[in-house]
């Protein structure tokens, strides 16, 4: 197992992810305990010493899952990650009843790391807001010993992570991003990780497979990196991308049976980062991944200066293409519900004045419509 230095610890550079651990008849709430005890017991035989849970996975039996799995080990041999939930509104405010309970939940009396968990759009304002004490209380913990490092997750946009990074910069230990090569410029990874690193801070890796979309990549472009790497799968070329950015310390994967396992330790035996003619072969199949549904928009804002609506329309399209290509996902409505109506993809009232100034002669009022209709589904 590769380890990565943090703090004077080292991290093995594989991370458990216990958000998707194998469920019972189809039933998310309902953990298999007895195949995640046999995973979590060979990830620590062979050298995974960090994992990471949550207040909402598995409809919160992850936490209860993961404590009493890992309560049968010494508590030297894991670093355990858990986080505050504040994608849910109605937590704010209870910081203290909640962090108590994981404790409970987990049957450890500190967590080695704990997280302000998916800063974005729809709570950022509230995260902001010293009423809730929610960053006063996380700083007492870390005081007493029971919270040991402290950092935050993020799906935000870029402004959301600086207005955060502003305020609780000087709090944060490291931060935990969504990168995987496909994001890396679709979802602007790169420029959030080099905002993250403009702090001082390490990157934690989320979505290294973006929910298992890279692990079964079409046959010719894998015949495309057999050609440099012929015995690497295609989850392996993705965590190796990952071994190739300096700034990340632990990449945390998701794994939801004993073959993923196997698979992704068995990768991580070695360290064997991208070459740039590799990095540049991941980025053209990457383009064409995303320009097959996404339209090309450049942002040059002409648009926006024609829109009687004062509509954010270069936005709107980004939100469009990630949902487009996603299939939907939470990330466009999240952000949605933030905006009033009159921002909307739906306030557009076709009138196409946009369309006529628009180099790439996208149909913007016919995207409108589309995403109008897709989030209503």
């Given at each position: 197992?590769?380890?990565?230095?943090?703090?004077?610890?080292?991290?093995?550079?594989?991370?458990?992810?216990?958000?998707?651990?194998?469920?019972?008849?189809?039933?998310?709430?309902?953990?298999?305990?007895?195949?995640?005890?046999?995973?979590?017991?060979?990830?620590?035989?062979h050298?995974?010493?960090?994992?990471?849970?949550?207040?909402?996975?598995?409809?919160?039996?992850?936490?209860?899952?993961?404590?009493?799995?890992?309560?049968?080990?010494?508590?030297?041999?894991?670093?355990?990650?858990?986080?505050?939930?504040?994608?849910?509104?109605?937590?704010?405010?209870?910081?203290?009843?909640?962090?108590?309970?994981?404790?409970?939940?987990?049957?450890?009396?500190?967590?080695?790391?704990?997280?302000?968990?998916n800063?974005?759009?729809?709570?950022?304002?509230?995260?902001?807001?010293?009423?809730?004490?929610?960053?006063?209380?996380?700083?007492?913990?870390?005081?007493?010993?029971?919270?040991?490092?402290?950092?935050?997750?993020a799906?935000?946009?870029?402004?959301?992570?600086?207005?955060?990074?502003?305020?609780?910069?000087?709090?944060?230990?490291?931060?935990?991003?969504?990168?995987?090569?496909?994001?890396?410029?679709?979802?602007?990874?790169?420029?959030?990780?080099?905002?993250?690193?403009?702090?001082?801070?390490?990157?934690?890796?989320?979505?290294?497979?973006?929910?298992?979309?890279?692990?079964?990549?079409?046959?010719?472009?894998?015949?495309?990196?057999?050609?440099?790497?012929?015995?690497?799968?295609?989850?392996?070329?993705?965590?190796?991308?990952?071994?190739s950015?300096?700034?990340?310390?632990?990449?945390?994967?998701?794994?939801?049976d004993?073959?993923?396992?196997?698979?992704?330790?068995?990768?991580?035996?070695?360290?064997?980062?991208?070459?740039?003619?590799?990095?540049?072969?991941?980025?053209?199949?990457?383009?064409?991944?995303?320009?097959?549904?996404?339209?090309?928009?450049?942002?040059?804002?002409?648009?926006?200066?024609?829109?009687?609506?004062?509509?954010?329309?270069?936005?709107?399209?980004?939100?469009?293409?990630?949902?487009?290509?996603?299939?939907?996902?939470?990330?466009?409505?999240?952000?949605?519900?933030?905006?009033?109506?009159?921002?909307?993809?739906?306030?557009?009232?076709?009138?196409?004045?946009c369309?006529?100034?628009?180099?790439?002669?996208?149909?913007?009022?016919e995207?409108?419509?589309?995403?109008?209709?897709?989030?209503?589904?």
């Open positions: 197992m590769i380890y990565r230095d943090f703090k004077g610890l080292k991290l093995s550079a594989l991370g458990f992810g216990t958000m998707r651990l194998p469920v019972k008849e189809g039933d998310d709430s309902r953990i298999d305990e007895k195949q995640a005890a046999e995973m979590f017991d060979y990830a620590l035989g050298g995974v010493n960090y994992f990471d849970t949550a207040w909402g996975y598995h409809s919160g039996q992850s936490e209860v899952v993961t404590g009493k799995i890992l309560s049968a080990y010494p508590r030297e041999r894991f670093f355990l990650a858990s986080k505050f939930p504040g994608y849910d509104l109605s937590n704010m405010g209870k910081t203290e009843e909640i962090f108590e309970k994981q404790l409970e939940k987990c049957r450890v009396d500190h967590f080695d790391f704990y997280l302000v968990h800063v974005c759009e729809l709570n950022i304002d509230a995260y902001l807001d010293e009423s809730y004490g929610t960053m006063d209380y996380l700083r007492r913990q870390k005081a007493d010993g029971r919270i040991r490092h402290l950092g935050f997750s799906h935000g946009a870029l402004p959301v992570m600086k207005r955060f990074l502003e305020k609780y910069g000087a709090d944060m230990a490291f931060c935990q991003l969504q990168i995987n090569w496909l994001d890396w410029k679709f979802q602007s990874a790169d420029q959030k990780a080099e905002l993250v690193k403009a702090y001082g801070l390490p990157v934690w890796v989320m979505e290294p497979l973006r929910g298992g979309k890279l692990a079964a990549l079409p046959e010719a472009d894998m015949e495309k990196l057999k050609t440099f790497r012929p015995d690497e799968s295609a989850a392996a070329w993705a965590f190796r991308f990952l071994q950015l300096p700034e990340v310390t632990v990449t945390l994967s998701g794994m939801s004993f073959e993923q396992v196997r698979q992704n330790i068995r990768t991580f035996e070695t360290d064997r980062p991208l070459n740039e003619a590799e990095k540049a072969a991941l980025a053209a199949i990457a383009e064409r991944m995303t320009g097959e549904t996404s339209l090309p928009c450049t942002a040059c804002r002409y648009c926006t200066s024609h829109c009687p609506r004062h509509l954010d329309i270069p936005e709107l399209i980004k939100l469009y293409n990630e949902h487009r290509f996603t299939g939907g996902g939470f990330i466009a409505p999240m952000v949605m519900g933030t905006l009033p109506e009159d921002k909307k993809p739906s306030a557009c009232i076709g009138c196409r004045s369309e006529k100034v628009c180099p790439q002669q996208i149909r913007i009022s995207m409108m419509k589309d995403f109008t209709q897709r989030l209503k589904g």
